[in-house]
């Protein structure tokens, strides 16, 4: 059974359709790219997955579970798509760090909130924040930053901060990690430590969509790639094929904008 | 003489420093309170704050106080609820001023809440946060940042505003020096007492300007 089904999401902004019947499927421990010019949609989608927007059609289901339905205003509830939305990290464009915090913080915060909540927090309290900071340090490390845990953002690179909030993200166990062009914002000689990164996450199996505007990385360290264009997947399928033998006309256009330069 | 001067400005500047303390005490909360009030998305509760601040904004301090002093009187069928005497004149300036400052500073809080850029908030909401963990947690401290300068700016201004309270003769430092020139304490038609007074709101006002310095300062570390 797959992870992660989504099912003929449709998204407007007043008269702008956005997203149109898309659907689309991913198993665990494969990653998905998405690719596409700008304005076709890849961040509202990865917006609605995140539970930022509301779809105003469509299902998203999370391991069989209907996590949310446009035609059953339950799944909608506050409260719960708060809890819903653990099922996901998110990686922004532009990082979006804490800033009055250091690394460390930003990756421990939220675990230490969620803590709160567990029934045996009062009494564990200590082991349990232990825990956490200790699991925080360790995502740094994987991350290359354990000489950075106490540094606060505007004390890091681009490269740094992003893989700061990439440890972020990872520290609340998300079943499916979305990364909204996770390089974009970096100067050319950063992209290289995010990417491998991430290239060393889908190594080790992390469920992940990755919306990204580089095709080489894109066709070898995804195992599906998704082309949308205007709110509409245009072609999915097996990374290789769709980037190196794209079906499509659309997809070939697209596609030859990258290898000229 | 001097030390009878002295004695009487120390006096009323102790009026006008409980009535600076009293006002930032209740303001700077109520202002929290009316700036949520404004940015609330339940439009007639927006519309009914943002009627009241634009009242109270768009008149002068001095009036809004002479109507909570005087007019309750007329129109409650007990007469006045204020004490009488001093006691009383403070209550109602502090109400005055605290009603008049929550409106100023939820200004510059909504200021500072919408000036922290919506990524944050995102942020926190991704990371499964409740909107209240995500205001205390991640929004907070870097709308305080933001509001320093602009704070600063309106606290420093309470210190001399306080002195409108003489209007309802609440006996404040100015009301203090001013008795010298009217008369009292066997003195009349004596006028440095009265200009005297600009040294205590110099001092304390750079007391203040040297704290706010020292606040930015601790909040320099992010940006
Ligand atoms: N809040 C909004 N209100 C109105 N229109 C919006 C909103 N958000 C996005 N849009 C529109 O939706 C379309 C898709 O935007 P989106 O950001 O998803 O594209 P994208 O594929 O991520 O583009 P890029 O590659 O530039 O990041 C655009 O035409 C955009 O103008
Ligand atoms: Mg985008």
């Known amino acids: 059974m797959a992870i992660l089904d989504v099912q003929n999401i449709e998204k407007h902004f007043g008269a702008t359709r956005v ?9 665990q421990g494969q990653a998905l790219a998405i690719i596409g010019s700008s304005g076709s949609g890849k961040t509202t989608l990865l917006r609605c997955l995140n539970f930022l927007e509301t779809p105003n059609q469509g299902r998203i289901l999370v391991n069989g579970e209907t996590l949310f339905d446009a035609a059953d205003p339950a ?24 800033p009055q915090y250091t690394a460390l913080e930003n990756v421990t915060l939220a675990p230490r909130l969620l803590a709160q909540e567990r029934p045996d927090f009062k009494q564990n309290k200590k082991t349990i924040l232990e825990q956490i900071q200790a699991e925080g340090q360790e995502l740094l490390q994987k991350m ?3 000489d950075r845990a106490g540094h606060f953002p505007c004390q890091l690179s681009g490269g740094q901060q992003q893989r700061v909030a990439i440890a972020r993200a990872l520290a609340l166990k998300p079943d499916i990690l979305c990364f909204d062009e996770p390089t974009s914002a970096l100067d050319p000689e950063l992209t290289g430590e995010v990417l491998k990164v991430i290239r060393a996450l889908a190594e080790q199996k992390t469920t992940m969509i990755i919306v990204t505007h580089e095709m080489a990385f894109a066709r070898d360290v995804a195992d599906q790639v998704i082309f949308m264009d205007g709110g509409v997947i245009v072609e999915q399928g097996p990374a290789r094929q769709v980037i190196e033998c794209p079906r499509e006309e ?7 904008r990258y290898s000229e330069n | 003489m001097f030390l009878t001067v002295i004695g009487a400005l120390n006096e009323g500047f102790l009026q006008t420093l409980k009535l600076f303390a009293v006002t930032l005490i209740g303001a700077i909360p109520l202002g929290l309170v009316v700036s949520f009030g404004s940015m609330s998305s339940f439009l007639p509760l ?4 943002k009627t009241v601040v634009w009242i109270i904004r768009g008149t002068p301090l001095m009036l809004q106080l002479i109507i909570i002093f005087y007019i309750p009187g007329y129109v409650l069928p007990g007469g006045s609820p204020w004490p009488s005497g001093e006691g009383g004149r403070f209550l109602a300036s502090a109400v005055a001023f605290i009603i008049n400052y929550a409106c100023y500073f939820s200004e510059i809080y909504r200021g500072g809440i919408q000036g922290v850029p919506v990524g944050q908030q995102e942020a926190g909401q991704v990371l499964g946060m409740t909107k209240s963990q995500i205001f205390f947690h991640v929004t907070l401290l870097q709308m305080v940042k933001r509001i320093v300068p602009p704070m600063s700016n309106e606290i420093i201004t309470l210190v001399k505003d306080t002195s409108i309270a003489r209007i309802i003769s ?3 430092i100015i ?4 008795a010298f020139l009217k008369g009292s304490h066997g003195y009349s038609g ?11 709101y110099l001092v304390f006002n750079g007391a203040l300007t040297l704290l706010f310095g020292w606040v930015e300062k601790k909040l320099a570390y992010f940006r």
Do not use: C
Not at chain 1, 19 to 27: A, G
Not at chain 1, 250 to 256: A, C, E, H, K, P
Not at chain 2, 175 to 178: E, N, R
């Open chain 1, 19 to 27: 997203l149109e019947d898309i659907s689309f499927s991913l198993e």
């Open chain 1, 75 to 98: 799944t909608q509830r506050e409260a719960e798509v708060r809890k819903k939305r653990l099922h996901f990290g998110l990686v922004f464009q532009s990082f979006n760090l804490f």
């Open chain 1, 144 to 146: 290359g930053l354990s």
């Open chain 1, 250 to 256: 659309r997809t070939r256009q697209f596609l030859s």
């Open chain 2, 46 to 49: 927006r519309w009914l704050t």
């Open chain 2, 170 to 172: 609440m006996q404040e």
């Open chain 2, 175 to 178: 009301w203090a020096g001013y």
């Open chain 2, 190 to 200: 004596l006028l440095w007492p009265l200009f005297f007074t600009g040294v205590y």
